[in-house]
């Protein structure tokens, strides 16, 4: 796709949103039904594929097939039901695209939108979920600003307290080399919302390094 014809992409994208905040009820929308095609397609694609890895790869690849809309639905602010925005979020994840999956967190968030209808978390769940697993499994790309963000963004979402744990206990290992009184106070938090956090031994080392500071 040209930049002229992204520009019109988007374009069309935005002015579509701002007519209607429920584009999936319009008949007249070409742009999103033409991007519920293509998504209907590349889904398609994706249950074709048993291994995770290739899975990620293919969304790696498609992704920018959609960004031209996705700018132009975010730029309306329009805040409308749509599956592919609220897809597009969870396959950014996946494909390790955390900063454009945090600009359409903020987004789905702010409107209320559901996830997509496979999927039983709600929207604050997934997003804090998925950021907290993926820090807590070593990713890297996940730093302490898009956690605390996430944090930000979901604080008044409803999700398991297990959830909020882990987000709080991802924070908390994030902090501890650089703001041990921090860290512990999230490592804390993470075993009050569930005391099967993983966190009492860290909680414990920390309290002894803190304590061991104060006495020097």
Request: net charge negative; glycine share 4%.
């Amino acid at each position: 796709m040209t930049p002229a014809e992204k520009h019109r992409q988007r374009m069309a994208a935005k002015q579509e949103a701002e007519r209607n905040t429920d584009p999936s009820q319009s008949k007249n929308h070409t742009a999103y039904e033409r991007q519920l095609v293509q998504l209907a397609e590349h889904k398609r694609q994706l249950k074709s594929i048993q291994s995770i890895e290739k899975k990620i790869e293919l969304k790696k690849q498609i992704i920018p097939e959609y960004t031209a809309y996705l700018s132009g639905v975010l730029e309306a602010n329009a805040g409308g039901a749509d599956e592919v925005v609220t897809t597009l979020l969870l396959w950014c994840i996946d494909a390790g695209d955390y900063e454009s999956a945090l600009s359409i967190a903020d987004y789905c968030l702010r409107h209320k939108l559901p996830t997509p209808d496979a999927h039983q978390r709600t929207m604050g769940t997934v997003i804090a979920e998925e950021f907290a697993d993926n820090s807590l499994k070593g990713v890297e790309a996940i730093t302490l600003g898009m956690l605390t963000a996430v944090n930000e963004l979901t604080k008044e979402s409803d999700m398991p307290d297990q959830v909020r744990a882990k987000l709080h206990k991802a924070i908390g290992y994030q902090l501890r080399d650089t703001d041990k009184a921090t860290a512990l106070a999230e490592l804390q938090r993470a075993l009050e919302l569930n005391t099967a956090a993983g966190v009492k031994k860290d909680i414990e080392k920390l309290e002894r390094e803190i304590k061991a500071a104060a006495s020097n």
